[in-house]
């Protein structure tokens, strides 16, 4: 009779292993936010104190690094969208998470843009990033579909699809400030069902 073994716990870091990881994250948000997401992974290293070796041992690629460092922004925007399932006006409720995905994505030029590569590519490291935030954009929508708000044909992939082409849209434009906002009225405009909310 075949038995599945039980798997191993990850075994934690070691003292100074912990310490690389964390110079490495904390560098990696401070290029990510200078230079973009394509920054140097060299430089990161080398301000970090460590080789690239020890970079790629912790982050065998860029989307790894890129999901480790976007850790903290996942989590706040899927604790937010828990706040919201709450509200009131569900329309209102998902347009207010997805401006919230639009001013995240800005942070860090390129972030946009990997975000939709990844959406078609479930081996990258970035998906755990994709995945979570489907799963908490389905719940908004299917509360402002139900309200009649949203129209039914509308998916979630859709959605953020267009909301992370809204934020690559925005960071090619930096001398429009108000491009995102507009571009996500124009959005929810098109989203709108037949018994639409007059708020959304």
């Given at each position: 009779m075949a038995t599945t073994a039980a798997r191993t716990p990850p075994?934690?870091?070691?003292?100074?292993?912990?310490?690389n990881y964390d110079r490495l994250l904390a560098e990696a948000r401070t290029a990510f936010a200078e230079h973009g997401t394509d920054a140097s992974l060299e430089?990161?290293?080398?301000?970090?104190?460590?080789?690239?070796?020890t970079l790629y041992r912790h982050f065998p690629n860029r989307h790894a690094l890129m999901n480790a460092v976007f850790q903290?922004?996942?989590a706040s925007l899927i604790a937010r969208s828990r706040e919201l399932a709450k509200a009131r006006q569900?329309?209102?409720?998902?347009?207010?998470?997805?401006?919230?995905?639009?001013t995240h994505a800005g942070a860090y030029r390129g972030l946009a843009?990997?975000?939709?590569?990844?959406?078609r590519d479930e081996s990258s490291a970035l998906s755990q990033c994709n995945?979570?935030?489907?799963?908490?954009?389905?719940?908004l929508l299917a509360r402002a579909q139900a309200s009649g708000a949203v129209r039914p044909d509308v998916s979630?992939?859709?959605?953020?699809?267009?909301?992370?082409?809204?934020?690559?849209?925005?960071?090619?434009s930096p001398d429009d400030p108000e491009l995102a906002?507009?571009?996500?009225?124009?959005?929810?405009?098109?989203?709108?069902?037949?018994?639409?909310?007059?708020?959304c």
């Open positions: 075994r934690p870091m070691r003292a100074d292993a912990r310490r430089d990161i290293a080398r301000r970090a104190g460590v080789g690239i070796g903290d922004a996942l569900p329309c209102e409720a998902l347009m207010e998470w997805l401006g919230t995905i639009i843009q990997a975000l939709m590569s990844a959406s995945v979570p935030m489907r799963e908490a954009g389905a719940a979630i992939d859709d959605l953020m699809q267009l909301t992370n082409a809204i934020a690559l849209a925005a960071e090619e906002g507009r571009l996500l009225r124009l959005t929810v405009q098109g989203l709108k069902g037949a018994s639409a909310e007059a708020d």
